[in-house]
C-alpha cells in the first residue's frame, strides 16, 4: 500500500488529508460458514482483518476512520451480542483517532438502538444514527441512517418500525420479508434486511446541503446501505435510495457516496457524475487476506487505495460552479 501512495503522490501534489475506511467486519467467535447464495464466510478470521487495518491507519496517521457498519454478525450467539460488540469496538479504539461509525441489519440484528449507539459514540436523540461532521472547512461528510425506517432494532411499537412493517407489507408479498421471489427488477430491494431514510432525516439532509452548498464545502454522502443501482446489487439498495438521490442531485456540492453491505463491492458514476462507492466486506477474506483502505483526499478528486481483496479507486469530481 505504501508504493501505491507514493505513486498517487509522485503523480501530483500531497494530498490534503486521508482517513481509513473498513466495511462488514461480521465477526462472531463461530465457525466460518456461507452466505445464503453460497459465498464464504470467515467469521472468525475478519477481527484480524480489523486489527491489521489499525495497524496501517496508525502506521500512516489517517485523520480518521470510517467503518460502514455490520461489525458483528447476525449469527453471533445472543448471550454473546453485547460482549461481542464491545470487543470489535475496543479494536476500533486502537486507532490514534476518532472512528465515524454507521450502523448495519447485522449491529440491529444483536442489539437494540439504545444499546447499540452508545458504544458506537453516536450520541443523537430518540435513537437516530445520522450526523455529519467536517474535518476540514471545505469538506463534509454526512453519515445517513439507513434503518431510520426500518423492521429491526426499533421497539416493536415504534412508528418507524410501525412504518416499515406497513411498506414491506405492501411491497413484498411473501411471507418472509427478506426473501425477493416474485420481485423484479429494482423490486427486490424491498426486504427486511434493507431499510429507509425518513422524512425528518430527508428534511435534515437537505438542510445540511444547503448549508455545504452555501460554505462551498465539498460533501461526501456515506451510508450502509447503497445509494445506486450500477454501484450495487438490487437485493442491497436503500428502500428509498431514489428519493434520496432526487434530493442529493438538487445540489453540486456532492461528489461522492460511500456504502457497504454489498459484499461483493462495486463503483458506478451516476448520471449527475456523483461516484458511488461500494466497499468489499473484511467478512468474505479467506484467511491471509484483508479487505480495507484509505482514501486520499484532493481538491479535485477522493483516492481510494485498498488492500487485497478492496479495489483502488480514482474518483474525480465534477468541477463546482460559480455561485
Not at 115 to 128: A, E, T, V, Y
Not at 289 to 299: E, I, K, L, Q, S
Request: glycine letters at 8%; hydrophobic letters at 35%; aromatic letters at 12%.
Amino acid at each position: 500500500m505504501a508504493s501505491a501512495n507514493q505513486l498517487v503522490n509522485a503523480q501530483g501534489k500531497q494530498p490534503l488529508f486521508s482517513f481509513g475506511v473498513i466495511s462488514d467486519v461480521q465477526y462472531a467467535d463461530i465457525p466460518d460458514g456461507c452466505s445464503f447464495i453460497g459465498v464464504p464466510r470467515f467469521y472468525r478470521h475478519s477481527i484480524l482483518v480489523l486489527q491489521r487495518a489499525v495497524q496501517h491507519w496508525n502506521d500512516y496517521k489517517h485523520k480518521f476512520v470510517l467503518n460502514f457498519g455490520d461489525i458483528v454478525d447476525g449469527f453471533c450467539p445472543k448471550d454473546q451480542s453485547l460482549s461481542t460488540v464491545r470487543k470489535v469496538i475496543g479494536e476500533f479504539e486502537n486507532f490514534n483517532g476518532t472512528v465515524y461509525h454507521m450502523i448495519g441489519n447485522h449491529c440491529l440484528y444483536n442489539l437494540p438502538r439504545d444499546k447499540l449507539l452508545p458504544i458506537l459514540k453516536i450520541s443523537n436523540p430518540d435513537g437516530r444514527a445520522y450526523y455529519d461532521f467536517s474535518p476540514t472547512p471545505e469538506f463534509r461528510f454526512v453519515i445517513l441512517d439507513g434503518y431510520d425506517i426500518s423492521a429491526i432494532g426499533w421497539p416493536q411499537d415504534h412508528p418507524n418500525a410501525l412504518e416499515a412493517l406497513k411498506f414491506l407489507q405492501e411491497k413484498n408479498p411473501n411471507s418472509e420479508k427478506n426473501s425477493p421471489v416474485g420481485l423484479v427488477g429494482l423490486e427486490r430491494r424491498f426486504l427486511m434486511f434493507n431499510g429507509g431514510v425518513g422524512k425528518e432525516q430527508l428534511e435534515w439532509l437537505d438542510g445540511i446541503l444547503q448549508e455545504a452548498t452555501k460554505m462551498r464545502q465539498i460533501v461526501v454522502i456515506c451510508c450502509h446501505l447503497p445509494l445506486d443501482p450500477g454501484a450495487s446489487s438490487q437485493e442491497a439498495l436503500l428502500w428509498n435510495y431514489d428519493e434520496v438521490m432526487n434530493l442529493i442531485h438538487g445540489y453540486n456540492c456532492v461528489k461522492v457516496c460511500f456504502s457497504g453491505h454489498d459484499h461483493k463491492g462495486g463503483h458506478s458514476i451516476d448520471s449527475h457524475g456523483i461516484h458511488h462507492r461500494v466497499f468489499e466486506a473484511a467478512l468474505e477474506c479467506p484467511p491471509g487476506t484483508d479487505a480495507f483502505g484509505y482514501v486520499d483526499v484532493y481538491n479535485d478528486r477522493l483516492s481510494l487505495v485498498g488492500t487485497d481483496r478492496m479495489a483502488s479507486t480514482d474518483m474525480y469530481f465534477n468541477p463546482q460552479p460559480d455561485l
